[in-house]
C-alpha cells in the first residue's frame, strides 16, 4: 500500500526561490524561451507572480543594469529586456486587481513631438515597469498636451519625457510651461532623459530629475517620490 501511494503521489514541485532563480537566469542570458517557460510554471503552481517579477526577473535585470557601460553595452540591455518583457507577458496574466494596484508610482512617458526614436524610451519604460511602477507609455511624437492630458487622466506622479534629438529637446521645455500655463506644473515630478539631453538643460528649463542611461530611471523616479 505504501509503494500504490509513493507511485502515485504528486511530484515534488519546486521551491518558489528555485522558481525566481530560473527566471534572473532567463534574463541575464538573455533567454525568452526560459523565461516564458518558468513564467508559465509561476502560474500553474500558484506562486504569487508579483513576487517572481520583484525576486526573479527585476534581480536579473538589474544585474545587467549594474554592469551596463562596463561589461555590458545596449545590445545585450535590450535582449536582456526582451527576455523580461517575455516572463513578464505571462505574469501579469495572473495578477490580481490588487496587486496591479500596488505600484511605487505612475508615470507617463513619451517620446517628445518630431522625434520618433523609441529605443531608449522603451528601455526606461521596461526598468520602471519591473521595479514596481505603473507606466504609460505614449509612444513617439508625443504632443505636450497629451502627455498633460494623460497625466491628469490617470492621476500620474511622474511625466517622463525622452528626446534623441536637438531639434525636438525644445518640446521638454513647452511641456513644462504648459503645465505652468494651466496651473498644474506642481502635480507632477517631471523627469527627462535622451542623446541630446544633459543635467545642464534639464536644470533650465525646470525639471525635476534627468537620467543619462537608463537604468538610472528607477532610482531617480523612487528618489523624486520620496521628496
Do not use: W
Amino acid at each position: 500500500m505504501g509503494a500504490f501511494k509513493q507511485c502515485f503521489s504528486a511530484p515534488n514541485l519546486r521551491s518558489s526561490e528555485e522558481v525566481f532563480e530560473d527566471l534572473r537566469k532567463a534574463v541575464v542570458s538573455y533567454d525568452r524561451d526560459l523565461a516564458t517557460k518558468v513564467a508559465e510554471e509561476v502560474l500553474s503552481s500558484g506562486i504569487d507572480p508579483l513576487k517572481a517579477i520583484e525576486d526573479g526577473l527585476a534581480k536579473g535585470i538589474n544585474e545587467i543594469g549594474c554592469k551596463f557601460g562596463r561589461e555590458l553595452f545596449l545590445t545585450e540591455l535590450m535582449m536582456a529586456a526582451d527576455a523580461m518583457k517575455a516572463g513578464m507577458t505571462v505574469l501579469e496574466r495572473g495578477m490580481k486587481t490588487d496587486e496591479k494596484g500596488r505600484t511605487a508610482g505612475t508615470i507617463v512617458i513619451g517620446t517628445v513631438k518630431g522625434d520618433i526614436h523609441d529605443i531608449g524610451k522603451n528601455l526606461v519604460s521596461t526598468m520602471l515597469t519591473v521595479n514596481g511602477f505603473k507606466v504609460i507609455d505614449l509612444g513617439v511624437d508625443v504632443p505636450s498636451e497629451t502627455f498633460i492630458r494623460k497625466a491628469e487622466e490617470v492621476s500620474a506622479d511622474i511625466v517622463a519625457a525622452s528626446s534623441l534629438l536637438s531639434t525636438t529637446k525644445a518640446y521638454m521645455e513647452e511641456m513644462i510651461q504648459q503645465m505652468r500655463d494651466l496651473g498644474c506644473r506642481d502635480k507632477y515630478k517631471v523627469l527627462v532623459g535622451g542623446g541630446q539631453v544633459t543635467a545642464e538643460f534639464a536644470k533650465e528649463i525646470g525639471a525635476d530629475g534627468f537620467g543619462e542611461e537608463a537604468t538610472e530611471a528607477p532610482a531617480i523616479a523612487k528618489q523624486l517620490l520620496a521628496k
